[in-house]
């Protein structure tokens, strides 16, 4: 007999403490049409500080040609407060995007590749093993200087150009970059196709061959409504870092198709509903996004921040 017949619901135990990783400055805004000034993306990251979010990425230092949106993240780094407590990470795709995060004070950088050969073709111009072999001297001056790094995982989930992804090859390309050494690594459903079965199938395979639950992280776009239950999947898994955006903004301009990522105002009032501690308040990240929105004029698509929208 099934418990649900016997009326007996059993409550899965989920982790207690989850770090939420904000993306919005990043993630969140490298596929806007227009390029937000670098002021209010200064206010933006400050209010999501004061939030009490403890990871925020800032920018990214990548070939300003691929991204304009973000050409001048070395100016929002200079005009931001930074609390002690809170991490402020950068994406950065080569040695070159290093040096210009160094100069900009960076202490945690991101770097990023995928499971998919074709996307890293689009996304960086180069395959998974090249991309592999440009992260190696990377890594070796990030730890010379004891700067924290993050690999991501894009198309961890599906791709936009190869269809379905085998668990097989994310677990390669996990390895590799656990090789390398990196220490977190974040799987990215970068198009929004993720179902929990596809969340369990993927975990279930990374934990079979030895990885650590520890150095995984989670990150959902919403682009077919999944994102949150993906996150509740995640949970279940005893995952706890997970990417979220402040208002669900986001994408990857060679992601076509993908919508925004989960929002974390979302996924707080999951957290906060569950009795999962993160130390975030939601009406501060709220705020944030209230901010953001005033300079992008128009109200990002985040569903808790609709709920609350007209609200004083
Ligand atoms: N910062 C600034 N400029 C950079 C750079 C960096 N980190 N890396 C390369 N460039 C510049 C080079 O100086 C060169 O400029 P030039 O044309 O004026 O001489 C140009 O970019 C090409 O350099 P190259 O090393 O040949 O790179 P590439 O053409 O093979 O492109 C990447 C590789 C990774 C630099 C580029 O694809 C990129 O920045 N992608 C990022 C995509 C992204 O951020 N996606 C969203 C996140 S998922
Ligand atoms: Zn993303």
Same mark, same amino acid.
């Given at each position: 007999?099934?418990?649900?017949?016997?009326?007996?619901?059993?409550?899965?135990?989920?982790?207690?403490? =989850?770090?939420?990783?904000?993306?919005?400055?990043?993630?969140?805004?490298?596929?806007?049409?227009e390029?937000?000034?670098?002021?209010?993306? =200064?206010?933006?990251?400050?209010?999501?500080?004061?939030?009490?979010?403890?990871?925020?990425?800032?920018?990214?230092?990548?070939?300003?040609?691929?991204?304009?949106?973000?050409?001048?993240?070395?100016?929002?780094y200079?005009?931001? !407060?930074?609390?002690?407590?809170?991490?402020?990470?950068?994406?950065?795709?080569?040695?070159?995007?290093?040096?210009?995060?160094m100069?900009?004070?960076?202490?945690?950088?991101?770097?990023f590749?995928?499971?998919?050969?074709?996307?890293?073709?689009?996304?960086?111009?180069?395959?998974?093993?090249?991309?592999?072999?440009?992260?190696?001297?990377?890594?070796?001056?990030?730890?010379?200087?004891?700067?924290?790094?993050?690999?991501?995982?894009?198309?961890?989930?599906?791709?936009?150009?190869?269809?379905?992804?085998?668990?097989?090859?994310?677990?390669?390309?996990? !390895?590799?970059?656990?090789?390398?050494?990196v220490?977190?690594?974040?799987?990215?459903?970068?198009?929004?196709?993720?179902?929990?079965?596809?969340?369990?199938?993927?975990?279930?395979?990374?934990?079979?061959?030895?990885?650590?639950?520890?150095?995984?992280?989670?990150?959902? !776009?919403?682009?077919?409504g999944?994102?949150?239950?993906?996150?509740?999947?995640?949970?279940?898994?005893?995952?706890?870092?997970?990417?979220?955006?402040?208002?669900?903004?986001?994408?990857?301009?060679?992601?076509?198709?993908?919508?925004g990522?989960?929002?974390?105002?979302?996924?707080?009032?999951?957290?906060?509903?569950?009795?999962?501690?993160?130390?975030?308040?939601?009406?501060?990240?709220?705020?944030?996004?209230?901010?953001?929105?005033?300079?992008?004029?128009?109200?990002?698509?985040?569903?808790?921040?609709?709920?609350?929208?007209?609200?004083?």
């Amino acid at each position: 007999m099934e418990p649900w017949e016997e009326h007996a619901i059993r409550r899965p135990t989920l982790p207690s403490r =989850v770090t939420v990783y904000e993306v919005g400055p990043r993630d969140g805004l490298q596929n806007e049409p227009e390029t937000v000034s670098v002021e209010a993306r =200064v206010k933006f990251v400050d209010l999501l500080t004061d939030s009490g979010l403890k990871a925020i990425e800032v920018g990214s230092f990548v070939s300003p040609k691929a991204i304009p949106q973000l050409a001048d993240t070395a100016a929002v780094y200079r005009g931001i !407060h930074r609390a002690s407590g809170t991490r402020y990470p950068a994406l950065v795709p080569n040695l070159k995007g290093l040096e210009r995060a160094m100069e900009a004070g960076v202490r945690e950088i991101a770097v990023f590749t995928a499971a998919s050969e074709t996307f890293n073709q689009h996304n960086i111009q180069a395959g998974v093993d090249e991309s592999i072999e440009r992260f190696r001297p990377v890594i070796a001056r990030a730890q010379e200087e004891k700067i924290r790094v993050r690999g991501y995982v894009s198309t961890a989930f599906g791709c936009p150009y190869e269809g379905a992804i085998s668990p097989d090859a994310v677990r390669e390309v996990v !390895h590799k970059l656990l090789d390398l050494p990196v220490d977190e690594i974040s799987l990215g459903d970068t198009i929004g196709v993720a179902t929990p079965a596809g969340v369990y199938d993927v975990i279930e395979s990374l934990y079979d061959s030895g990885v650590a639950r520890g150095v995984l992280a989670l990150h959902f !776009h919403d682009t077919r409504g999944t994102a949150l239950a993906n996150v509740y999947a995640g949970l279940q898994c005893g995952i706890s870092t997970y990417d979220s955006a402040a208002g669900g903004l986001g994408g990857c301009p060679y992601a076509p198709g993908a919508a925004g990522n989960v929002a974390t105002e979302d996924v707080l009032y999951l957290l906060d509903g569950l009795g999962i501690e993160s130390g975030v308040s939601l009406p501060g990240v709220v705020s944030a996004s209230r901010a953001l929105a005033a300079s992008l004029g128009r109200r990002p698509p985040g569903r808790y921040l609709g709920a609350v929208w007209g609200a004083a």
